[in-house]
Structure formats: C-alpha cells, structure tokens
C-alpha cells in the first residue's frame, strides 16, 4: 500500500512560488504521482501527473527524485486563488484503492 | 456542457430514511467511483464501477447501494440513513482504470438530523 504523506497546512504570499512536498516510501514500480486541488464547495481538480523526473504544464511543476519516494508540487507565482486543498496520490490505476486514497492533503493559503 | 453532474446538490433529510444521490457523465468515460469526504475533509473512495461493474468496494456498510443502469449513469442508494453519513458525496469518472485524470462532480452535501 502506497501511503502519501503532506504537510497539513502552508502559508505563503502573493507573487512567490510554493513547493509542497510529498512522501511516498512504499512507492510502487508501477505507481504513477498525481496532484489534484480541490476549492471550498467544489470537487478535487487534477493540476499534475508523473513517473519519473520533472514534468511540466501550465499550471504547474512537478519533481520526482531518481528513488521516487517523494515528490515536490511547484505553483510558480502564485496568487490569492490558488488558495485550495493540495492533494498527491499514488496508484498505478489498475483498479484498486490504491490509487485513490486522497489523505487529507495539505491547506494552502495565499496572503496579500 | 457539465462533464460530471450530480443531483441533488443538497439533502437534508431525517435519520432512517432512505435517499438516493444520481450521478451522469458526458465524457465518454467507462469507469465511475463515489468519494465521501467528511468534516475533517478526507477524501475517501467509496466503490467504482468499470463498464456498470462493480470492481472496488471499500467496506462500506451494505446500507449503501451503487446502482450503474449505463456506464455514464453511477447513482448512490442510502437506507436507513445514520447521524453519520452526514458528508459531502462526490462522483468522478475516468477511462477504464487507468492513471488518468479523474473528472470530479460538484459533490452532494448530506445533512441527516
């Protein structure tokens, strides 16, 4: 059983980046690493998926060290709206639970 | 055009009753699940249908009933409704099992008193 591990809360400000780390040690050779941010009311939004080294779309960065037991989500300047519930999970999608147990992730909260 | 819909968005309803929340996609997508997400805000899965088929269930007590008439249809019978299973219920659906991007549904708040 893959089991992530974020920290619960972070504080950041306008303008700056923000990394938030995962933890991964069981981490499975088929497992993939998959962000989702999920806003008051509303249902988990996927930003990022990876296997291996970094990845990058618009929103988002994500790094994978060469072990794979943990990995880094990357908001570059962010700003009062990203504030949200961060989410990392591991799975390799094959159909069980694994891979979607969403833990309690980590509160974001972006100030002026 | 809404991806993932949900109805109701809210139910308030009293303890013993029994209740149904539906579930539709228009993605095309062959694989539905229903998430719980209490008031500490953890986001647990409930069970997933592949195809109208049941592939997970996660010890979820047998008063609740996944119904899937079609592979875009995932509706969520309750009986006898508990203080407990007061939560937000959330859809989501995704091609079959895969690592892919789960498309979420706005979520059902369940308030039993």
């Known amino acids: 059983l893959a089991k992530t591990t974020q920290p619960i809360s972070m504080d950041s400000y306008e303008g700056q980046e923000v990394n938030i780390t995962c933890s991964h040690n069981?981490?499975?050779?088929?497992?993939?690493i998959t962000w989702y941010q999920q806003f008051p009311s509303q249902g988990p939004r996927f930003i990022i998926q990876?296997?291996?080294t970094k990845v990058t779309n618009e929103v988002a960065s994500l790094f994978i060290p060469a072990d794979r037991k943990s990995s880094t989500l990357s908001l570059p300047r962010v700003s009062l709206s990203d504030t949200a519930v961060y989410y990392c999970?591991?799975?390799?999608?094959?159909?069980?639970?694994?891979?979607?147990?969403f833990g309690k992730g980590t509160h974001l909260i972006i100030q002026p | 055009d809404t991806a993932v819909s949900q109805t109701p968005k809210y139910l308030v309803t009293q303890m013993g009753n029994d209740k149904s929340i539906k579930c539709e996609q228009n993605?095309?997508?062959?694989?539905m699940y229903w998430y719980k997400q209490d008031s500490k805000k953890f986001l647990k899965i409930m069970f997933s249908?592949?195809?109208?088929?049941?592939?997970i269930n996660e010890t979820v007590p047998n008063r609740f009933s996944p119904k899937s008439p079609d592979k875009a249809h995932l509706n969520l019978h309750i009986n006898s409704l508990e203080l407990g299973d007061s939560a937000v219920y959330f859809c989501?659906?995704?091609?079959?099992?895969?690592?892919?991007?789960?498309?979420f549904g706005p979520g059902t708040r369940l308030t039993v008193l």
């Open positions: 989501a659906s995704t091609w079959a099992l895969s690592t892919d991007t789960q498309y």
């Open positions: 069981n981490i499975a050779t088929n497992d993939y």
């Open positions: 990876g296997y291996k």
């Open positions: 999970l591991v799975g390799d999608g094959g159909g069980g639970a694994d891979g979607l147990t």
């Open positions: 993605l095309g997508h062959d694989t």
């Open positions: 249908y592949n195809n109208k088929e049941l592939i």
